[in-house]
């Protein structure tokens, strides 16, 4: 499983969940991640189907296939819950 985490610098959605996803990721040892910036990364933004309402994290399988999309800030304690479902699954 793999989290694509998509911000830019003028989102001050990203500017709070920046910090939740680090502490996310030194928890989750496992959890594999990729940042791409909204305004450098125009080929990861046209491919994921994102527009302007950010921070969007998607959640990728092994395969690459979408399995949950989070949209805006999300609690932690909210994303952990459900990265750990889809663990599981």
């Known amino acids: 499983m793999k ?7 003028w989102c001050s959605g990203c500017l709070v969940m920046k ?3 680090g502490e ?4 989750l040892p496992w959890l594999k991640t990729e940042f ?11 491919q994921y189907n994102i527009n302007e309402s950010l921070p969007v994290a998607i ?12 949209e805006g800030e999300v609690a932690k304690d909210d994303i952990r819950k459900k ?3 889809l663990k599981n699954q």
């Open 3 to 9: 989290v694509l985490k998509i911000g830019a610098a």
């Open 19 to 21: 910090p939740r996803w």
């Open 24 to 27: 996310i990721e030194k928890e």
């Open 36 to 46: 791409y910036d909204y305004d450098e990364s125009p080929e990861a933004i046209r």
């Open 59 to 70: 959640v990728l399988d092994d395969d690459g296939s979408e399995l949950h999309r989070f």
């Open 83 to 85: 990265l750990e479902i």
